[in-house]
């Protein structure tokens, strides 16, 4: 199995996934729970980043 070049804007996609789901972990707190809307905006973004990386994804193996 060949070993893929590391794709940059892969890694950043990743690097954007992390720290939207750490503010979101951070929303969820038991004691001091966060704002619902900025709750579901989180939740929305990481879905979107979530779809770019699986295109991303694909777009590198279709290319390699």
């Not at 893929?4 to 690097?15: A, F, K, R, W």
């Not at 503010?23 to 973004?45: K, M, S």
């Amino acid at each position: 199995m060949a070993r893929h070049e590391p794709d940059d804007h892969l890694q950043s996609l990743y690097l954007e996934l992390r720290t939207l789901m750490s503010a979101l972990n951070r929303l969820h707190h038991p004691v001091y729970p966060g704002d619902p809307e900025r709750i579901a905006q989180l939740e929305h973004d990481i879905a979107e980043i979530r779809k770019t990386i699986q295109e991303r994804r694909r777009a590198l193996t279709a290319s390699a």
